[in-house]
């Protein structure tokens, strides 16, 4: 019997989600299944609006080996696994002959655990646990959300805390979830028969396509006990996430409240020299951590590294006590063993890191203001400790014995693969050597006439911007493009301030157009509100760059405050920079504008989410017009039409402002 061509498969599977096949759809497809036929890996750029996600799931469910997909983002998976891959599945069955299997797995902390449930929380201060709900008052927010668990936990199947609607919050969902190193584990749990997160491992281990995330991909490949199933094509979206996603599962952190809580919790489960040595290490850590001052501690104090020490050495002391002692007289004395191992390793390991001293690990120390009453004053230091780049563990344990396809609208940095490939431990493309993975990328396009539908003007006549100067002239450029457009803005700043900032101003100046200013309400109310009303403008900072989708003419500028280069104090990134420069590169270009490119590709794909939005990219920073680096972040955005003409630009935007109206 001849096998389904890849165009047969396609084509039914795009008829099934209702969509159309687009060209760059299919010579995704293609160059996906070239990749996995040749065990190969791939990096696909493909535009907003290409139908990435068909592109790749139809060639993996034909080649019919099992088959990782790994996103950034909760919405993403959910598209996969609520609509896209039901319906790809089906269509593709009548001609495969055959019903892919399908699952999501994400890290255990994100289920229900059925022992916290019933047997209660393991209490830091007073032995045994207690029951979280006889602590919390009915009447509470808290005391509501979990008597809301309480109830949803005979209802659902997953059991997975993404599918409970409305959710609660982070703190109440911490009394019914356990993480990896709190777990007692399957074998010694009375319900370890009906637990949550091992029912998705063992759908994981039987379905063909496992849909996850980046940090658990990140896990994995780390941690070296692996969580995901064997598999053979490994494909990864949203990828210019993972670099970061990866840096953060691998960042250790130390607080004053975090050491003290492991203190209380293994205080009453060993012996008594023990829990003293910890609670003065403890206390000897709390006093520098009082003294130190905010940034990267390129060599440890003495005094600090003493501290740690002790810290390092007493958390040892007490693991083996914990191993050795028993108490009856405890609750449950399994979980709450269990838990204070899990705060106490943690708390070890990361002093151990800092204390070894890797040539590879930037250390730095952070205060943020307090929050709250006296409780929560240390609640803001930190000790923190991340890999200088995650290049080499990506390479090592991504690219080996499987293909690997990377997908993202921004990818091409600059005009080609090669900052993005770099960043992810490979060598430039083409390139073949004992330990580089040979890779390509393809750029398969957009179904979006980007010079028609979008100019990109440039605030060429404002000052340059200094940091964390006063900007009237920006905020006067920024004044006139919003009455241009009628709102109808998306304000991306380099930093919260400015975004607050430039709302106060904005508020009095033009009280006829509503500013929503992120942190006001949540992320997805803010959304909401921005695309029901045309006439609002929505300020804001990071998240905004990347995670907002309003097609339509709610949405028709995007004004960048200045090029967000990463702050020069910021510890990785500088020692990342460094790093470059110490060996022979040029550590700006490298780290600080990459990072900036990466940043305004993804800003600016903001503006067109249909093929029939209209709109202007504004960049109110004149670096991009007058530097020698701007051709490069221009060549990192979308191939809109280029103006530094603000006359023109206004214009456009009222004619565009116009015809929105008389649509409506």
Partial sequence: MTQPSLPELLHAAVTAVGGTERPGQVAMAEAVAEAIDDGAHLLVQAGTGTGKSLGYLVPALAHGERVVVATATLALQRQLVERDLPRTVEALHPILRRRPEFAMLKGRSNYLCLHRLHEGVPQ?????????????????????????????????????????????????????????????????????????????????????????????????AIEGAPVLPQHEVLIVDEAHELVSRVTGVATGELTPGQVNRAVRRAAKLVNEKAADQLQTAAEGFERLMELALPGRLEEIPEDLADALMALRDACRTVISAIGSTRDKSVQDEDAVRKQALASVESVHDVAERITHGSEWDVVWYERHEPRGGAAYRHSGASLRVAPMSVSGLLREKLFTDRSVVLTSATLKLGGDFNGVGASLGLGPEGAEGDDLPLWKGVDVGSPFDYPRQGILYVAKHLARPARDGDRKDMLDELTELVQAAGGRTLGLFSSMRAAQLAAEDLRSRIPEYPILLQGEETLGELIKNFAADPRTCLFGTLSLWQGVDVPGPSCQLVVMDKIPFPRPDDPLMSARQKAVEEAGGNGFMAVAATHAALLMAQGAGRLVRASGDRGVVAVLDPRLATARYGSYLKASMPDFWYTTDRNQVRKSLAAIDAAAKQAD
């Fill in 124 to 220: 830091d201060e007073e032995e045994g646990l207690f029951d979280q709900f006889e602590a919390a008052a009915p009447t509470s927010k808290l005391g509501q959300d979990l008597l809301r668990l309480r109830d949803w936990s005979d209802e659902t199947e997953t059991g997975d805390r993404d599918d409970l609607t409305p959710g609660v919050s982070d703190r109440a969902w911490s009394q019914v979830s356990v993480s990896s190193r709190e777990c007692l584990g399957a074998t010694k749990c009375v319900y370890g028969a009906e637990c949550f997160a091992e029912a998705a491992r063992e759908r994981a281990k039987l379905a063909e396509v496992i849909v996850t995330n980046h940090a658990l991909l990140a896990i994995d």
